[in-house]
């Protein structure tokens, strides 16, 4: 049997996974800087930088990324932060995490896959530009 999650935890968990999704980069980073780890994960495996990343936010992503989040790290349902940004045509986003060394290959479906079923060339080019190995 489980204990249930302390109240007051699971409040602070959302509001920053909220700072992420609306990138609110600054009281973001405040809480990182203070102790959450960067790498902080919800109930389906969506991390910080995910979060970030699939709503388009490029300076929260960069800013996890320098406290030491992954740039590849793959949620409950096999995607990454730069499939996310890949579905959502987050071209600022994939390039900050290309620059980190996320793998356009990495997850199910990956980055490269997303941008295939979705027709965005320029994020293949963007892919295949990429030097092997990353950054």
């Known amino acids: 049997m489980t204990e249930a999650p302390d109240p007051g935890v699971v409040e602070l968990a ?17 809480y990182v800087d203070a102790g959450v780890p960067a790498n902080l994960t919800n109930d389906r495996g969506d991390c910080l930088v ?20 992954e740039a590849d790290r793959i949620n409950d ?15 600022g986003v994939i390039k900050v995490l290309l620059e980190a060394g996320a793998d356009p290959s990495a997850g199910t479906p990956s980055a490269v896959d997303t941008a295939r079923m979705f027709a965005r060339a320029e994020l293949l080019e963007l892919f295949a530009a990429r030097p092997a190995g990353g950054s």
């Open 14 to 30: 959302t509001k920053i996974f909220d700072l992420a999704r609306q990138g609110r980069t600054e009281e973001l980073v405040a």
């Open 50 to 69: 995910m979060l970030a990343a699939y709503h388009g936010h490029a300076d929260a992503v960069r800013a996890l990324l320098a406290r030491g989040a």
């Open 77 to 91: 349902r096999g995607q990454t932060p730069l499939a996310g940004a890949a579905f959502k045509g987050e071209t």
